[in-house]
């Protein structure tokens, strides 16, 4: 229901300016993050079982795997997209480690949503939107290799793990 009450709000958005580029494939940032996008997977097919190494994106892309069409837009540092991300920095095992790393997390913090202390529930929620957004804004840029991000990242995996620990030592002084 709040999707689509949502949704319905943003209809008069869509006719402002700022809005009607976003859905533009021809020009301006949608173009460039398309371009962007195929520019990053060409680089991940290039280089599927190691990537091309933390931080060379840049150099890789600019010097060799920008499109031409994209000349304007040299100096972009990531791929706009967490798993474009993952893949071309770390190849498929630092991808499969990133979808690793999720799985976990979601496992840990899914139970925690019925925990009986008010307050630890709301700390475990707090990380899982935190995680939807991690992921979310991953799709359209950058997610995990800034190092903030990162931190926030770990502190987020830091923090379920602790809840889960915490919840089964109070299961087991309950037995």
């Known amino acids: 229901g709040g999707l689509a009450a949502a ?11 700022r809005f009607a580029r976003l859905l533009d494939t021809r020009s301006g940032t949608t173009f460039f993050r398309l371009q962007l996008w ?8 290039d280089h599927p ?4 190494g933390p931080d060379n994106f840049l150099y890789q892309y600019r010097g060799r795997y920008i499109l031409p069409a994209a000349w304007q837009e040299p100096d972009l ?3 706009h997209n967490v798993f474009l991300d993952y893949g071309c920095r770390l190849g498929l095992g630092g991808l499969a480690a990133a979808l690793w790393l999720q799985v976990g997390f979601w496992r840990q913090a899914l139970p925690l949503r019925r925990l009986v202390d008010a307050d630890r529930r709301a700390l475990a929620l707090g ?9 979310a804004h991953g799709l359209v840029d ?8 990162a931190f926030v990242f770990f502190l987020a995996l830091a923090v379920v793990q602790w809840l889960a620990l915490k919840r089964s030592e109070a299961d087991e002084l309950k037995v």
């Open 49 to 52: 079982w190691l990537g091309v």
């Open 127 to 135: 990380m899982m939107g935190g995680m939807v957004d991690f992921l």
């Open 7 to 17: 949704a319905v709000a943003a209809i008069p958005l869509l006719r402002t300016p």
């Open 38 to 45: 195929r520019s990053s997977w060409m680089m991940f097919e």
């Open 77 to 79: 540092s990531h791929p």
């Open 142 to 149: 950058a997610s995990y290799f800034v190092i903030d991000l």
